[in-house]
């Protein structure tokens, strides 16, 4: 049925945008970081920049094809698109700037999306989360065949984004053309999409459902943009049915995934907990070491220590009465972590016995990466 | 103390002579004569001719300026293409042009010995010294003021706007008469009201192309040249007529600014005035 399949190569100034994709009925989410190539997805998809080779199809309709000469302007596309900052005519009240799409009537399209009382306000009046609304209002104004939107909620402030993010997923939810989204934030994209695309450097890295995403990272950097810590290690199967993976410094941890070799353990920083002495817990895996850093966000508090950083409540900080320098234990159980078997590469000779040899080195002297700050 | 206050008295003292030589020029003109005589000679004959002259020389100047001027400034301001910098400076270049070489080039083009004159000549058209080589050498003078405010105002457009309106199903015309004309539109009427007042004082290129022939080419600047040792009263008559049109203009171009800096979400800013 109404499906959207392109497969084009987009050549931009340090890479190729080089993408094959199927987008059924569902809301598709890609994410990367920028400079990626995403928003050139969507700008491919709805005519506004042209690809070098392929093939770009919308149901039976085709919007554009390099061999065979067809490239349909945006105008002919019947696609919906929603700008980052939501693009609205200043210079129109907002019934002017849905009725410029003009198919449906305008006062039944801001009767669907609660904008009516909005009607004769200009764009420039209007609070993030409204504008965002009548973006999306002006975009479905002409019944479109896809649904495409570029960081839907990056203008907004944080205070509005939560709650306009579940808003546009019932929206989205309700809609029965595909949906092609992209973003930076992956916990956007978790929220709103059905199916989530890693794009980097005009590549798609892996696809899947966001929770298989977290659950199992195809690679490094995966992991580490669903927000994951990254420590890499060498990787054998311990006596007990658990993994034993001993890290650059000598730390040995342990995992309930199966890996050998070089891996990097991925482990979210809210299933850390920090003590001044290991607990006598059931946690397996502790860390010691100085923190680098602590930062307060609301009533949480991110605590670095070397490059693991752990997200704690602001109570267990005031309570053990933590600052800057104090040497911690960082704690977290084995079920906790995910092994991500290490693409191929140079590295992956150094997975050895030097690697135990080296333990004096002291220092987290591996690649292992702090999660993205949003 | 004293020498603080020495210096304060040194710039005050260069502020005031610098506004009292602006300023006395324009004095003389109205003070000369009384206000009620200075008017009554913009009756006499050569005023009279002047005022038409320059009114319909300027006015099918402009008119073909907007015409032509805004579609070709939207094409190079929404357009990347190669040698783009180099066409925006060759449309300034009349900018720092002397007068009297735009007048010469202008007979070297289309004067009865120009490039293009023996073409004319075939076709029975003679421009020099003739009202269309009033217009041709205003326009020449006078474009470039409003083509380069246009193509500033069409480049501050948000580009998502126009993109946005092709996705929303408009084609590139009514993208552009829609969205980019109206968001452009105080620049542009800056610009124009700019090109106006320069069209309004041409004085060099239309005396070297056109010559001063009164009721055919002689415009408001050229009567005042030619009028001022016959009747030094009518030239200074028509000096006060064209001294409180430039304040208007002036006035209009600095609301212009004013208003669009207060009202504007995505600012089209009007270039500086008097850049030249």
């Given amino acids: ?374 | 103390m004293i020498r603080r206050r020495l210096f304060t008295t040194a710039l005050s003292f260069a502020a005031v002579v610098a506004l009292v030589f602006l300023l006395l020029p324009l004095l003389a003109i109205f003070l000369r004569v009384p206000p009620a005589e200075l008017f009554a000679q913009l009756g006499s004959e050569v005023a009279i001719d002047a005022i038409v002259v320059t009114l319909k020389a300027t006015g099918i100047a402009q008119a073909l300026i907007l015409l032509v001027g805004t579609p070709a400034a939207y094409l190079i301001a929404s357009r990347g293409f190669r040698g783009r910098a180099f066409v925006v400076t060759l449309v300034e270049l009349p900018l720092v042009l002397p007068p009297a070489v735009a007048g010469i080039g202008l007979l070297a083009a289309f004067g009865r010995l120009g490039l293009l004159g023996s073409t004319f000549d075939l076709l029975g058209v003679s421009i020099s010294f003739t009202q269309t080589a009033v217009v041709l050498a205003v326009s020449y003078v006078a474009s470039p003021f409003y083509l380069r405010q246009a193509i500033a105002s069409f480049e501050a457009i948000d580009h998502a706007l126009l993109d946005a309106s092709r996705t929303l199903g408009a084609g590139p015309a009514r993208t552009f008469f829609r969205i980019a004309l109206p968001l452009a539109g105080k620049g542009l009427a800056a610009g124009a009201a700019l090109s106006f007042a320069r069209g309004i004082g041409e004085f060099g290129a239309t005396i070297m192309f056109a010559g001063s022939l009164q009721g055919v080419t002689q415009t408001l600047s050229l009567a005042i040249y030619a009028q001022f040792d016959l009747d030094f009263d009518v030239a200074l008559a028509l000096g006060a007529l064209l001294v409180i049109v430039s304040a208007a203009i002036l006035l209009t171009v600095k609301l212009i600014s004013a208003w669009t800096r207060s009202t504007s979400t995505s600012p089209s800013p009007v270039a500086r005035f008097g850049s030249s």
């Fill in chain 1, 1 to 374: 049925m109404d499906t959207l399949d392109f497969d084009f190569t987009l050549p931009r100034r340090s890479f190729r945008l080089e993408l094959a994709l199927a987008v059924g009925r569902e809301t598709f989410a890609l994410v990367g970081p920028s400079g990626a190539g995403k928003t050139s997805v969507l700008r491919a998809v709805a005519g506004l920049v042209r690809p070098a080779r392929g093939r770009i199809a919308l149901g039976g309709r085709v919007l554009f094809d390099a061999a065979a000469g067809i490239d349909l302007p945006p105008e002919e596309r019947r696609v919906g698109f929603v700008f980052q900052e939501y693009a609205l005519f200043p210079h129109m009240t907002v019934e002017k700037n849905v009725a410029y799409a003009g198919r449906t009537r305008a006062a039944d399209v801001l009767e669907r999306f609660r904008i009516g009382h909005l009607a004769k306000s200009r764009p420039g009046e209007l609070s993030g989360g409204e504008r965002q609304r009548v973006g999306l209002a002006r975009a479905l104004a002409r019944n479109p065949s896809v649904l495409l939107l570029d960081e839907p909620l990056s203008a907004l402030d944080p205070h509005t984004r939560a709650s306009v993010r579940a808003e546009l997923r019932t929206i989205l939810d309700r809609l029965d053309v595909p949906v092609l989204l992209v973003t930076h934030d992956f916990q956007d994209a978790a929220v709103l999409a059905d199916r989530v695309g890693v794009l980097i450097d005009g590549r798609l890295l892996q696809t899947g459902a966001p929770t298989e995403l977290i659950a199992s990272p195809a690679d490094a950097f995966v992991a580490s943009f669903t927000g994951a810590n990254l420590l890499t290690g060498c990787a054998l199967l311990g006596p007990d049915g658990l993994t034993q993976v001993t890290l650059a410094d000598g730390n040995l941890l342990y995992s309930v995934d199966g890996a050998k070799g070089l891996v990097d353990i991925a482990v979210d920083p809210w299933e850390i907990s920090i003590a001044r002495e290991p607990h006598d817990d059931s946690a397996l895996n502790h860390v010691r070491g100085p923190i680098t850093s602590l930062v307060h966000i609301g009533n949480r508090a991110r605590v670095q220590i070397g490059t693991l950083v752990a997200e704690v409540t602001r109570q267990s900080i005031d309570r053990l009465d933590l600052k800057q320098g104090d040497v911690v234990v960082a704690s977290f159980k084995a079920a906790a972590t995910r092994l991500v078997a290490r693409r191929p590469g140079i590295e992956s000779a150094s997975c050895g016995a030097e690697q135990r040899a080296g333990a004096d080195a002291g220092r987290w002297a591996t690649a292992a990466r702090a999660p993205r700050e949003h």
